[in-house]
């Protein structure tokens, strides 16, 4: 079961994408049910790694991989970025969680 809020992963893109809900999930559907790659993945607030490359459209139903992210590894992807979209100060960059971490992430998107 997914906790939200999550972020998408999209393998050789440094974006990363906020998905509040499976509700916003499921009103974004057509950018997210297709063409997906096998390193693809969606990271929920716990640090819960899902993939993607099954997606049939039904959230509830996408395979998790039994593997969670480190805190270390979360926080090195936010870095990131958040300097692909040119932020200042990225080093700076610290969060306690994943799901602080995701927060940050949601507000770095209002902000653009």
Known sequence: MINWPAIIKYDGDDEL???GSDQE???DAESHLYNHKDA???????????????VQGDIRNL????????LQDFIKLV???ASS???????????????????????MNEDD
């Open 40 to 54: 693809d993945h969606l990271i929920d607030s716990s640090g819960d790694i899902f993939r993607l490359d099954h």
């Open 85 to 107: 979209s040119h932020r200042c100060c990225i080093e700076k960059i610290h969060f306690r969680n994943i799901a602080e971490g995701i927060s940050l992430i949601a507000s």
């Open 25 to 27: 999930w499921m009103r």
């Open 17 to 19: 994408i906020y998905v």
């Open 63 to 70: 395979p998790a991989t039994g593997k969670q992210i480190a």
């Open 79 to 81: 870095r990131i970025h």
